[in-house]
C-alpha cells in the first residue's frame, strides 16, 4: 500500500500589487513498500516543522530513498541537502541547474510502481506534478497549482512562463485527481 503524509503545509504570502512576502512550500513523504520519496524538499524556515514531521511518523530523513522536485524555485528546493542518501529528479527546462539531479526529458516518468512524474509545465518550463495511485488519486501538483483558489477558480499561477499552457496543465491534473496536494497550502478535494 502506498501512504502519503504532509511534512509541512506551505503558505504563500502577497502584498496588495501582488508581490510575494512570504512563500514556503508544501512538502510531502510517499511510503510506499520499498520506497521513502519526498517531493519538494521546501524551506530552511520549514524545517523545524519537517523534522517534528518525520519524529511523529517514524521515518528517518536519511532513509529517503528520492527526492522528485516539482520544478527549481527557491521555495520548493531549500532543503534539498538535508536527504544526503537520496536520487533526485527533476524535469529537463529548468533555468538554473541543481547539481547532482538526474533530468528527465518524459512526458511521464514512472519512479515506482504506482508514482509518476508528469511534465505540467506553464509555471516555469520543467513544473511538473506527480501522480499517486494510493487510497485515493492524488496529484502533488507543485505550482501547476500554487494554491486552492487556482484550481477551483481555473486561472495560471501569477506567476507564469506561459499561461495557455499553464491551464492546460492545470486540465491534466483535474482529469486524474481525487485529491490534490497543492504547492503551497492543504491538500484539497478535486470534487465537493
Ligand atoms: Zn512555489
Same mark, same amino acid.
Given at each position: 500500500?502506498?501512504?502519503? +503524509?504532509?511534512?509541512?503545509?506551505?503558505?504563500?504570502?502577497? +502584498?496588495?500589487?501582488?508581490?510575494?512576502?512570504?512563500?514556503?512550500?508544501?512538502?510531502?513523504?510517499?511510503?510506499?513498500?520499498?520506497? %521513502?520519496? @519526498?517531493?519538494?524538499?521546501? *524551506?530552511?524556515?520549514?524545517?523545524?516543522?519537517?523534522? *517534528?514531521?518525520?519524529?511523529? !511518523?517514524? @521515518?528517518?530523513?536519511?532513509?529517503? +530513498?528520492?527526492?522528485?522536485? *516539482?520544478?527549481?524555485?527557491?521555495?520548493?528546493?531549500?532543503? %534539498?541537502?538535508?536527504?544526503?542518501?537520496?536520487?533526485?529528479?527533476?524535469?529537463?527546462?529548468?533555468?538554473?541547474?541543481?547539481?547532482?539531479?538526474?533530468?528527465?526529458?518524459?512526458?511521464?516518468?514512472?519512479?515506482?510502481?504506482?508514482?509518476?512524474?508528469?511534465?505540467?509545465?506553464?509555471?516555469?518550463?520543467?513544473?511538473?506534478?506527480?501522480?499517486?495511485?494510493?487510497?485515493?488519486?492524488?496529484?502533488?501538483?507543485?505550482?501547476?497549482?500554487?494554491?486552492?483558489?487556482?484550481?477551483?477558480?481555473?486561472?495560471?499561477?501569477?506567476?507564469?512562463?506561459?499561461?495557455? %499552457?499553464? %491551464?492546460?496543465?492545470?486540465?491534466? @491534473?483535474?482529469?486524474?485527481?481525487?485529491?490534490? !496536494?497543492?504547492?503551497?497550502?492543504?491538500?484539497?478535494?478535486?470534487?465537493?
Amino acid at each position: 500500500m502506498i501512504q502519503l +503524509d504532509i511534512l509541512a503545509v506551505g503558505n504563500l504570502e502577497r +502584498d496588495e500589487e501582488g508581490k510575494i512576502l512570504e512563500a514556503n512550500s508544501t512538502s510531502v513523504l510517499i511510503r510506499t513498500p520499498d520506497r %521513502l520519496i @519526498v517531493v519538494d524538499p521546501s *524551506t530552511k524556515y520549514m524545517k523545524p516543522m519537517v523534522k *517534528t514531521s518525520f519524529k511523529q !511518523i517514524g @521515518v528517518f530523513p536519511k532513509d529517503v +530513498d528520492t527526492v522528485i522536485l *516539482t520544478h527549481s524555485h527557491r521555495d520548493h528546493v531549500e532543503n %534539498l541537502g538535508f536527504y544526503k542518501n537520496a536520487k533526485v529528479y527533476i524535469h529537463s527546462g529548468a533555468s538554473e541547474e541543481i547539481p547532482g539531479a538526474t533530468v528527465i526529458d518524459e512526458e511521464e516518468f514512472r519512479i515506482c510502481e504506482g508514482v509518476t512524474m508528469v511534465h505540467t509545465p506553464g509555471h516555469c518550463p520543467e513544473e511538473c506534478s506527480v501522480f499517486v495511485e494510493a487510497d485515493r488519486r492524488y496529484v502533488i501538483a507543485g505550482d501547476t497549482i500554487p494554491l486552492e483558489d487556482n484550481f477551483r477558480k481555473n486561472v495560471p499561477p501569477a506567476l507564469n512562463s506561459d499561461p495557455d %499552457l499553464a %491551464l492546460e496543465s492545470i486540465k491534466r @491534473v483535474r482529469k486524474y485527481a481525487d485529491v490534490v !496536494i497543492p504547492g503551497h497550502g492543504f491538500p484539497f478535494m478535486a470534487e465537493w
